[in-house]
């Protein structure tokens, strides 16, 4: 359990933690993979989310899930990217959070991903939350904590001799 002052300052204007899906890069379930490539490439992001016509998040897709499949075995084939669908490459099983205020889920789920997608009960996609955004929020902590709080040590500090 994360102790209240640093979940505090961690989540405070939470509302601004969460990238909107407004403003979030994606391509669309039934885009052909060659628009899903070219959107990748031009926003610099290596993994977008997929939505259906809903706006529903049906899954993620990477650079490497495309390229994955323009690979011959003499040459490179991007032709094969104009017969592909989205949805024939991309991942279908990550997580997603509904709570974009449980820090202790958002951070195990960015240990290994970059962003955390997040939708609504019904599954709408409403924006996502970035590993840089917390890292931004974890410095500011770390760098402005005794500012706000008293910290006093519960145990005497053990010192360690080089013997």
Same mark, same amino acid.
């Given at each position: 359990?994360? +102790?209240?002052?640093? &979940?505090?300052?961690?989540?405070?204007?939470? *509302?601004?933690?969460?990238? @909107?899906?407004? #403003?979030?890069?994606?391509?669309?379930?039934?885009?052909?993979?060659?628009?899903?490539?070219?959107?990748? /490439?031009?926003?610099?992001?290596? &993994?977008? @989310?997929?939505?259906? &016509?809903?706006?529903?998040?049906?899954?993620?897709? =990477?650079?490497?899930?495309? /390229?994955?499949?323009?690979? +011959?075995?003499?040459?490179?084939? =991007?032709?094969? !990217?104009?017969?592909?669908?989205?949805? *024939?490459?991309?991942?279908?099983? %990550?997580?997603?959070?509904?709570?974009?205020? +449980? !820090?202790?889920?958002?951070?195990?789920?960015? #240990?290994?991903?970059?962003?955390? @997608?997040?939708?609504?009960?019904? &599954? /709408?996609?409403?924006?996502?939350? /970035?590993?840089?955004?917390?890292?931004?929020?974890?410095?500011?902590?770390?760098?402005? %904590? =005794?500012?706000?709080? +008293?910290?006093?040590?519960?145990?005497?500090?053990?010192?360690?001799?080089?013997?």
């Amino acid at each position: 359990m994360i +102790d209240e002052p640093i &979940k505090k300052m961690i989540m405070a204007d939470h *509302d601004n933690l969460i990238i @909107p899906a407004n #403003i979030v890069a994606n391509v669309m379930v039934n885009n052909d993979c060659y628009h899903a490539f070219l959107v990748l /490439t031009k926003v610099g992001y290596s &993994k977008v @989310p997929v939505l259906d &016509k809903d706006q529903h998040l049906c899954g993620l897709v =990477s650079l490497a899930m495309i /390229t994955e499949h323009m690979l +011959d075995t003499n040459h490179v084939a =991007s032709e094969n !990217l104009r017969r592909l669908r989205v949805a *024939d490459v991309m991942q279908t099983d %990550f997580r997603s959070i509904e709570d974009p205020t +449980d !820090l202790e889920e958002i951070l195990h789920l960015l #240990i290994d991903d970059n962003f955390v @997608p997040v939708v609504s009960d019904e &599954k /709408t996609f409403t924006g996502i939350i /970035t590993r840089r955004e917390l890292l931004k929020r974890i410095n500011y902590l770390a760098h402005n %904590f =005794s500012e706000q709080y +008293d910290v006093q040590p519960l145990l005497d500090s053990v010192e360690t001799s080089g013997n």
